[in-house]
Structure formats: structure tokens, C-alpha cells
């Protein structure tokens, strides 16, 4: 199915939750009807960093909002970001990102083709 009308989705704020992967996740746009893409607000809290990891066929961006932190992915050096940067991680790529600032760290992470739970590897060492 696909959709077929256009229409305006409001995240509700007390929809967000705790991920696994270390992070907050307030689902902007994910649904089956738009396969093509999703959109989720990430937030790390100070002093925190999300577990490595990689998206199966999935292309991910960040896209930096506010705060500040340590971004690694494979491939890359690793390299501070902050608002108003724009990260391309290819599909596959081992991933995570530290919050080294004294403020939430907010991220959109946006995907293509959208992000479903069977996508995600934790690939954390013990």
C-alpha cells in the first residue's frame, strides 16, 4: 500500500523511548505505507554513547540539530559534530556517535529505504 493523499503527522513528545542502542528515539516518519524513508529524533544525553553498530541495506544521515559529540564511522577518521552537520553513513557501515557535551545531543536520523528492527546489528564488543 502507498499513500495516496497528503496528510500531517505530529510526533507527540511522550512517544519517545529508550532504544537498546543507547539512545532516545521519537519516531518523526516510519511507516509501511512509505517504505522509502523514515525519520526518527535521536537524543544521547550527556555523557553517554550509542552502542556500535550497522543498518543491513540501509542508508543512514544524521543530521546534527544541537549539541556536540564524537561521531565514528567505518570508513571515516573520527570527527567532532555539531549543529548543522550532515553525516552519510553507507549501508553496512559500523557506527556510533558519544555525547562529550555538557547538552543533550539531538539528532534526525534519516533513513532510506526505512528503518524496521531487522535491519540493526549490534556489533558492540563484549
Known amino acids: ?27 518523526g516518519w516510519n511507516r509501511p505505507e512509505d517504505p522509502a524513508l523514515s525519520i526518527a529524533r535521536a537524543r544521547v544525553e550527556p555523557g553517554d ?20 559529540g564524537l561521531l565514528e564511522v567505518e570508513g571515516l577518521v573520527p570527527r567532532r559534530v555539531g549543529p548543522g552537520d550532515l553525516v552519510y553513513i553507507p549501508a553496512g557501515a559500523a557506527q556510533r556517535i558519544e555525547n562529550d557535551g555538557d547538552c543533550d545531543l539531538i539528532f534526525l536520523a534519516i533513513c532510506t529505504p526505512r528503518f524496521t528492527p531487522e535491519v540493526y546489528q549490534d556489533i558492540e564488543p563484549d
Do not use: N, Q, W
Not at 1 to 27: N, Q, T
Not at 49 to 68: C, D, K, N, P
Open 1 to 27: 500500500m502507498s499513500l495516496k493523499r497528503a496528510l500531517v503527522h505530529s510526533p507527540v513528545e511522550s512517544d519517545e523511548y529508550f532504544m537498546e542502542e543507547g539512545c532516545f528515539i521519537l519516531e
Open 49 to 68: 554513547r550509542t552502542r556500535l553498530h550497522r543498518l543491513v541495506g540501509v542508508i543512514e544521515r544524521y543530521l546534527i540539530l544541537a549539541g556536540s
